[in-house]
């Protein structure tokens, strides 16, 4: 090989040779380039570092999962978060975002009520998009407007969004707190997630193999991840009173039945299990992976 290598370059004279030696300096200054891109200026070099478009997220370790779970409530900004280069989707309202605030429903009577309400839309011209919105508008905006009619008791409500676009993938996750008198607080969490290219809502299996993992491997963290909750509830009860109390043989956190979920821009899945979707309570399990 070294010898057709000196023996091709010895064949080179005059502008040829100059003009060989030139491309071989330019491919190594833009292989140099790219390098210092991806480590210092390319956002997603952590999880994407052949900057090929593909991010399923770096490994973290259990500590660091923990502080992701920590910052979920911080996630709901009513923002869109992006990793694509290049988004291709039909928008109803070209000059606004893939997701935006839709209607913001915000009033307070000191007697009776306090609503602040910012309800996301999904700015998609497509029929899944449309039976999306229309879902989102019925629970939210409909509740808000209940609320603002009420002339008895005190209720507060807030709605707040996040959404994140990953590949061809658009998750749209909103998060709502209800406070009615003496009541408990109940906060619930829905999710949508939406395939951009094909017009289609996106199923967990899928996004499982979207991640290059199993079944059994999910499943395995959703168990360990609701028993470590299990035991700290309990502890927590012992020392401060009762506390939501989960079945850990319930078919609700098996991976066949889990619909609560999304995808963030930077490849991590959450899988939420917001009780207060089913009962008068603010507790919310986190499994993510």
């Known amino acids: 090989m070294r010898r057709r290598i000196r023996k091709f370059v010895g064949s080179l004279y005059g502008p040829k040779k100059v003009v060989f030696f030139v491309v071989i300096i330019l491919v190594c200054v833009v292989a140099l380039l790219i390098g210092l891109y ?3 200026d390319y956002k997603y070099s952590e999880t994407d570092p052949l900057m090929i478009g593909i991010n399923i997220a ?3 370790n259990d500590e660091q999962i923990n502080d992701l779970k920590t910052e979920f409530k911080n996630l709901f900004d009513n923002t869109i978060k992006i990793n694509s280069e290049n988004v291709k989707a039909n928008k109803i309202e070209p000059s606004n975002d893939l997701v935006y605030t839709g209607n913001t429903l915000e009033n307070e009577d000191e007697n009776y ?3 602040k309400a910012f309800v996301p839309v999904i700015n998609i011209n497509s029929d899944t998009a449309k039976k999306m919105n229309g879902e989102i508008q019925s629970e939210f905006v409909s509740q808000a407007k209940e609320i603002m009619g009420r002339r008895k008791g005190r209720t507060v409500y807030t709605v707040d ?3 994140f676009v990953n ?3 658009l998750s749209v996750v909103i998060k709502s707190n209800l406070k009615e008198d003496d009541k408990p607080e109940k906060v619930t969490v829905k999710t949508y997630n939406y395939v951009i290219s094909e017009n289609r809502e996106l199923t967990f299996e899928e996004l499982i193999k979207l991640k290059e993992t199993t079944f059994e491997e999910v499943q395995n963290t959703i168990n360990r991840d609701i028993e470590k909750y299990d035991t700290n509830a309990k502890i927590l009860a012992a020392d401060y009173g009762a506390t939501y109390v989960r079945d850990l043989k319930s078919d609700m956190y ?3 039945n889990t619909s609560t979920f999304f ?3 930077d490849g991590y899945v959450y899988i939420v299990y917001a009780y207060g979707n089913i009962a008068d309570t603010n507790e919310i399990d986190l499994v993510i992976f």
């Open 38 to 40: 991806a480590q210092y």
């Open 58 to 60: 770096a490994v973290k």
């Open 113 to 115: 009520y306090q609503v």
């Open 161 to 163: 969004y996040c959404a």
């Open 167 to 169: 590949q061809d993938v």
């Open 254 to 256: 098996s991976v066949e």
């Open 263 to 265: 995808l963030t821009q």
